[in-house]
């Protein structure tokens, strides 16, 4: 499975062969380094670890320090599992670029939402709120019900109610690739990903079809 980190640059727009505007955000896809490999034989299963993200070696651990260094990798912030079908394929230290993805790739994409704080549930969960007659003057906002008295006697878990809203791990399914240039490290697919400017992202090939299908 292709895969690579980045992190979210912002929105914008291009234009096609046909001349229509297409939206899409730009990703600062990489350069990821190949900080472990795992094999079936050694592991269980194949999967390659991507490190992203130079930063300085008093911001890491002794262990993730040495693990590192091990992999001949620089320290980074940020590592991550991709799996793959020939982890001998690649060599601890490889460096990956954007053009790992092609224009026309369609991918997933997973990064972390934006927070929005406490929230109420009608901002929350889109609740309807209540009704703006009969006397009631403090309540088009409210929760309302929220389970019956003696029988249950409690609120089962799960209940929306008002609560933290957002910075949560999101994935978007099926963006296609409209952009590649591995000389500045960008992507650009077409639509939203989740999370604000500077957000940490994870790229990978999509697992099911355009269509819908596996």
């Known amino acids: 499975m292709k895969g690579i980190l980045g992190k979210k640059v912002g929105m914008t727009q291009i234009f096609d062969e046909n001349g229509e505007v297409i939206p899409v955000t730009v990703i600062e896809a990489g350069p990821c380094y190949v900080t472990q490999k ?3 034989e050694v592991d269980g299963y ?14 890491l651990t ?27 394929s690649y060599e601890p230290g490889q460096e990956l670029k954007a053009s790992v993805f092609e224009v026309g790739d369609y991918v997933d994409i997973t990064g972390t939402s934006k927070g929005k704080g406490f929230a109420g549930a009608v901002k929350r969960h889109g609740f309807g709120g209540g009704p703006k007659t009969h006397g009631q003057s403090d309540r088009w906002r409210a929760t309302g019900s929220v389970g019956a008295g003696s029988t249950p006697g409690r609120i089962f878990k799960g209940k929306r109610m008002p609560g933290r809203m957002g910075n949560d791990q999101v994935t978007v399914l099926n963006l296609k690739v409209v ?36």
Not at 47 to 56: D, N, P, R, V, W
Not at 62 to 88: M, Y
Not at 187 to 214: C, D, M, T, Y
């Open 62 to 88: 002794k262990p993730q320090t040495g693990h590192l260094k091990k992999s001949g990798v620089s320290p980074v912030r940020h590592l991550r599992e991709f799996p793959v079908s020939d982890p001998e």
């Open 179 to 214: 952009l590649v240039d591995a000389d500045k490290n960008m992507l650009a697919v077409q639509g939203a990903i989740p999370g604000g400017k500077n957000g940490l992202v994870v790229v990978r090939e999509a697992r099911k079809s355009k269509s819908g299908e596996s």
């Open 38 to 40: 795992k094999t079936v």
């Open 46 to 59: 194949n999967a390659i670890q991507l490190g992203y993200g130079e930063t300085s070696e008093k911001k």
